[in-house]
């Protein structure tokens, strides 16, 4: 068992989730049995495939899921990387159809309750400086992950090629992070601190978006100056 246990009258809120994953993926593991697979198929194909829910956690979660495969064994880490292969490149593959479908009007309306326009101007900025790779280097980068297949959709990028990048995102980025934790769950760093390696996983992951915001920025001010 990881060190830090929530208390149970402990009101959930979006940082103790994120800072406690561990203990809520065990929690669910042993109350839910195999339905804890179901679960985590439903974050991933949300996180991936739904641009009002690019909060969920990802690149944390798949950590977390090795690093409670190895620990705890109440989930078999050869089942569940496939299971979230499969979620992801649905989820993908779902929002590439819900930007094909409605994309444009997103745009072009004024204001959106769901949308931010300024993540989408930045996944477009991706786009065109990864061209169609940005699909497998978005799988890596919050945020961006959850807008690049709904952008793909709204520039109506050839499916076959889309989903070709899809699927190759997928592979890498499900079992790298998973394999990551199961390898280090035994870490006394890990189990002692794992608060702390969970933000370091979160910001490693935004950091290319901080750079290229931060170019943008220096860029306009350039423009101006």
């Known amino acids: 068992m990881l060190d830090g246990t929530p208390s149970g009258s402990q009101r959930l809120n979006p940082i103790e989730l994120i800072t406690h994953l561990d203990k809520h993926i ?8 195999m339905w804890v697979y179901v679960i985590l198929f439903g974050i991933v194909f949300a996180e991936t495939g739904l ?15 090795g ?12 089942a569940i990387i496939p299971l979230l292969v499969l979620a992801a490149v649905l989820g993908d593959a779902v929002n590439y159809s819900i930007g094909k479908r409605l994309g444009p009007a997103v745009f072009t ?5 769901f949308f931010n326009k300024k993540h989408l101007y930045r996944t477009q900025n991706f786009y065109e400086r990864y061209g169609g790779k940005t699909i497998i280097i978005a799988r890596f980068i919050p945020i961006i992950r959850t807008f690049a297949p709904f952008v793909a959709g709204i520039g109506n990028m ?6 070709a990048f899809n699927l190759v995102g997928a592979v890498a980025w499900v079992p790298s992070l ?8 035994h870490q006394e760093w890990v189990q002692k601190r ?10 490693i992951s935004i950091l290319p978006a901080i750079i290229e915001i931060t170019r943008e920025y220096l860029k306009s001010k350039k423009t101006a100056a």
Not at 178 to 185: P, R
């Open 67 to 78: 690093v409670v495969a190895a620990l705890e064994g109440t989930i078999d880490v050869y």
């Open 158 to 163: 050839r499916y076959a090629r889309f989903f």
């Open 51 to 65: 641009v009002i829910a690019p909060i969920l956690p990802g690149d944390s979660l798949l950590f977390t899921v």
């Open 109 to 113: 309306s004024e204001r959106s309750i």
């Open 26 to 33: 065990q929690t669910w593991a042993h109350d839910l049995g």
């Open 194 to 203: 794992f608060h702390l390696v969970i933000f370091a996983i979160i910001f």
């Open 178 to 185: 998973v394999f990551l934790g199961y390898k280090f769950a």
